[in-house]
């Protein structure tokens, strides 16, 4: 990485140290890295900025990708692992039970309706654990470590899979549940937690929905024509973060 800049460097190091941000928090982390080391700052080449990083650390297995908040439509930016399509790439930070237990837990909520599981229904999960056993309390603790390292994300004690998880294990999703997943119409990301045609089984996460139709006379299913089963108003509301 000799010729990356130290604007460069501190960037990857900020990104290190909070492994995933938020669009704003990402050019906000930007414009810093440029001021310390007094270079002029141009927002529009963020995307530039970004690119060169990720040349030079591709080769480590390392990429910085960008992802969307399924709830609230957010753009958000996740230094990721690459090394391979499977959970093993978080073997650094997790047991081989741990990694067990976080398997069905994914699968629960891939293979779920609407991309959720209560907390209760993942600890039950524990009593199908056959060749790594963990207990419910270690199970419980668990799930707060994955929601603190945001890979889950926990509300009212329903859980689903956070930004981060969606980017990094964007790969095995598409290989373990390729017959699973639906892809999103508009933003061609996988969608767990959002809108579906009643005819066809199209999806749309709710802010591309609410972005979609906002100015439509009709709502009308992308994919095949027919009425579509929701109102604008029960999508999320869409970010003008990039």
Same mark, same amino acid.
């Given at each position: 990485?000799?010729?990356?800049?130290?604007?460069?460097?501190?960037?990857?190091?900020?990104?290190?140290?909070?492994?995933?941000?938020?669009?704003?928090?990402?050019?906000?982390?930007?414009?810093?890295? *440029? @001021? @310390?080391?007094?270079?002029?700052?141009?927002?529009?080449?963020?995307?530039?900025?970004?690119?060169?990083?990720?040349?030079?650390?591709?080769?480590?297995?390392?990429?910085?990708?960008?992802?969307?908040?399924? /709830?609230?439509?957010?753009?958000?930016?996740?230094?990721?692992?690459? #090394?391979?399509?499977?959970?093993?790439?978080?073997?650094?930070?997790?047991?081989?039970?741990?990694?067990?237990?976080?398997?069905?837990?994914?699968?629960?909520?891939?293979?779920?309706?609407?991309?959720?599981?209560?907390?209760?229904? *993942? &600890?039950?999960?524990?009593?199908?654990?056959?060749?790594?056993?963990?207990?419910?309390?270690?199970?419980?603790?668990? %799930?707060?470590? &994955?929601?603190? /390292?945001?890979?889950?994300? +926990?509300?009212?004690?329903?859980?689903?899979?956070?930004?981060?998880?969606? %980017?990094?294990?964007?790969?095995?999703? @598409?290989?373990?549940?390729?017959?699973? %997943?639906?892809?999103?119409?508009?933003?061609? $990301?996988?969608? *767990? $937690?959002?809108?579906?045609?009643?005819?066809?089984?199209? +999806?749309?996460?709710?802010?591309?929905?609410?972005?979609?139709? @906002?100015?439509?006379?009709?709502? +009308?299913?992308?994919?095949?024509?027919? $009425?579509?089963?929701?109102?604008?108003?029960?999508?999320?509301?869409?970010? #003008? $973060?990039?």
């Amino acid at each position: 990485m000799s010729d990356l800049g130290d604007e460069h460097r501190l960037f990857l190091q900020g990104f290190m140290w909070k492994k995933i941000c938020r669009a704003g928090e990402v050019m906000k982390l930007y414009k810093d890295c *440029l @001021r @310390r080391a007094q270079k002029n700052c141009d927002a529009s080449e963020l995307s530039l900025f970004v690119n060169k990083i990720n040349s030079h650390i591709r080769p480590m297995h390392m990429e910085i990708r960008k992802g969307i908040e399924e /709830d609230t439509g957010i753009n958000c930016y996740a230094l990721v692992n690459m #090394t391979n399509s499977s959970l093993s790439c978080l073997s650094s930070d997790y047991s081989i039970s741990e990694l067990e237990f976080f398997k069905k837990i994914v699968e629960m909520i891939v293979l779920s309706d609407d991309g959720v599981a209560s907390s209760v229904s *993942l &600890l039950n999960l524990t009593d199908d654990m056959v060749d790594h056993k963990i207990s419910k309390k270690e199970a419980e603790d668990l %799930i707060e470590r &994955l929601v603190a /390292d945001k890979f889950l994300s +926990k509300n009212d004690g329903i859980i689903s899979l956070s930004v981060r998880s969606m %980017i990094e294990l964007d790969p095995y999703f @598409r290989e373990v549940y390729e017959e699973n %997943i639906k892809i999103c119409l508009m933003c061609k $990301q996988i969608v *767990l $937690q959002g809108q579906i045609c009643a005819d066809c089984d199209a +999806k749309l996460h709710s802010h591309c929905a609410t972005r979609y139709f @906002r100015n439509k006379n009709e709502l +009308k299913c992308l994919n095949c024509g027919s $009425q579509w089963p929701y109102n604008i108003s029960q999508g999320a509301s869409t970010s #003008t $973060q990039k």
